[in-house]
């Protein structure tokens, strides 16, 4: 992989990681025609885009709502004394509810976000399968009044 710096990308290449993150489904034609950009040079600013690890993978965004889980809540986790808090954080992420998980400082050791249709399902989550792990000391559960993603 080639080595990034800030050098490398320009306003034109702000421009057409801009317009992919509103629709990473546009063509080739229609972002050249949405940033003024020439087709050849879209063309080739997105191989080296992708080529250089910026753009990773076209994705889409799932309106998770509108297919029943509509609660978040933020579980705080301490990890038992001696236990890797990074290997747990890996094995919690695979979990299919768990949308997002960071490693953080103060008295707890790691924290994840978390959507489930209702409180029973959430109820479900930490009690059956949190607390079967004996890497996890304690929980925190809280949960989100309302939740806004920055898309």
Known sequence: MVEISEKNIDEKDLAILETLKEDSSLSIQK???????PIATVHHRLKRLK???????????????KLG?????????KAAPKSDHIALLEKLMK??????????????????????ADIDDLDQFVLKYLR?????????SMIAFRNITKE
């Open 132 to 140: 079967t792990f004996d890497e996890i000391a304690q929980t925190e």
């Open 95 to 116: 979990h299919a509810e768990v949308e997002d998980g960071s490693a953080i400082t103060g008295p707890f050791d790691i924290m994840i976000k978390v959507r489930v």
């Open 31 to 37: 972002i050249a025609r949405k940033t003024s950009i």
């Open 51 to 65: 080529r250089e690890g910026i753009i990773r993978r076209y994705t889409i965004i799932i309106d998770k709502a």
């Open 69 to 77: 889980k509509r609660l978040v809540a933020h579980v705080l986790i």
